[in-house]
């Protein structure tokens, strides 16, 4: 199966679940309060497949899987039997229509801690927080930052993994504020770290001056706005994973290769390497490599991408052989038992919610780059990859795009659910619904917001998948 195509089964399969725990968030309430429910439909457009269930509400798929919709008796879209006048949505009290709105995005939510709480108890892998020495001049070298520190906590919080950190410093990052790091100075790669953080000894903290920093609100970007360097062990340069499709494996290379030569040069070990291979996007060289005592010749043409500076380096899609007991030394797994985990997931789910917010808050502000937002061709290459990961990094996935709808969906624009719920806490305040007019005049915008953003998300998705 192609790349192509398991990237849009994900796609498909992501949006097609999250849109369906949203509608249902939004129908389930709805049915409980005594509105009368006429359609459930996931997607937009010609339908794909219809049924009638018994209780009378036709269950929809249709061909456009962008969103959805619950459709409600209301004698504002028709005439109503006067029998069922007191089941239409527009007949509900304020309370009962505010409820209904909320559920959807609260569905998001619940869908994310679920899901969350279930990574916890089965044990979220990551790579332990050992750092290397700083970027000279940097602001983790000025804050004393050394080689050998393991991060423990980002201004009290526990950071047990890599990506935790990363999280951490993108979180206080916003705040433009100094940032209190503590480590664990000098560790070796298989450090007891817990027994010293739970009797607070040997613990140091450092500090990240981020005041007057610019772009860190990129986890992919932070480490290096801040001149972090993940630790990296000297690597022989051996081929440990063959990515499907991708340029090593078009030229041949195979797991358990060495690499002997490239362009005529020794290659001493896995970073000079990669340094090599970064410096030939889309140009041929050849390659001497080792496989199983013999020696071979062959030509590899990287395939292209941009770095975080914006500079053109190639890569080949393989990865190095990792020993094994380095890598244990390296792995953490972070789990928890039942009721613990439904703690953290909601944690989770309440940091990386405010983590969207604030990123949306400072793109408004023109603090945070538009190149942010992502659109569908984004959201299915990742869960594509999402896909080829595993179950885990599927579901990790699954979690962030439903509280990512759940956040979006509550933002005071209309159309939105955050829209509709503007109208009917204004409703509540002056004790009347707004007029006719002044909701059309909202929706006509809310559609005008949405379309520029979709534009923008496009585009942007169009600009990463051409280069």
Known sequence: MTNSLISLLAFIVTLGVLITVHEFGHFWVARRLGVKVLRFSVGFGRPLWRRRGRDGVEYV???????????????????????????????????????IVLAGPLCNFLFAIVAYSLMFVIGVPGIRPLLDEPKPGSLAAAGGFRKGDLVVAVDGKPTPTLSAVMLALVERAMAEEVIRVEVLPECEVGCEAERAVEERSGLRTRTLDTRDAQGLADMAMVFDGVGLTAWRPVLPA?????????????????????????????VADWRRWRDLIELHPDQPFRVRIERDGVEHELELVPDARENEQGRRIGFIGAVAEVPEDLARSLRV???????????????????????????????????ASLDNLSGPLTIAQFAGQAAHAGVMAFLSMLALVSLSLGVLNLLPVPVLDGGHLLYYLIELAKGSPLSEAAQNLGQQVGIAVLLLLMGIALFNDFSRLLG
Request: overall charge positive.
């Open 238 to 266: 051996v081929i440990g994973q063959v990515a499907p499709g991708g340029a090593a494996e078009r030229a041949g290379l195979r797991a358990g290769d060495r690499i002997v030569q490239a362009q005529g040069e020794p």
């Open 333 to 367: 797994v972070v789990r928890y038992g039942p009721l613990q985990a439904v703690g953290a997931a909601v944690g989770k789910t309440w940091d990386m919610s405010l983590l969207t917010l604030r990123m949306l808050g400072r793109m408004l502000v023109g603090k």
């Open 61 to 99: 798929v249709a061909a456009l899987p962008l969103g959805g919709y619950v459709k409600m008796l209301d004698e504002r879209e028709g005439e109503v039997a006067p029998a069922e006048a007191p089941r239409a949505f527009n007949r509900q009290p304020v309370g009962s229509r505010i409820a």
